[in-house]
């Protein structure tokens, strides 16, 4: 399992990744007209126990799904955080 392979394929369908040393997880999003990442559309994936994890605030609220692949990954990124 590896990040670096994650961050490819968001990258190639749109998403913007970063990756924070400080918190072990990519940072990604979308940005908007202005090149400023919509806070909407903002979420973080990170490896935990041989899983993917996806993170977002819903409101203030912190959510979280976990992945056993890339695939299911992306599938969950493009139906949560659309790219119009």
């Known amino acids: 399992m590896s ?33 400023v990442l919509k806070l909407d559309l903002m979420f973080q994936v990170s490896e935990k126990a041989n899983d993917y994890v996806c993170s977002w605030f819903y409101y203030n609220d912190p959510m979280e799904e976990s992945f056993s692949s890339i695939e299911e990954l992306l599938k969950f990124v493009k139906e949560k955080f659309p790219i119009n």
């Open 3 to 35: 990040l670096k392979k994650v961050e490819t394929e968001l990258e190639e369908c749109g998403y913007i990744c970063t990756f924070h040393k400080i918190t072990d997880a990519l940072h990604c999003g979308i940005h908007d007209d202005r090149t």
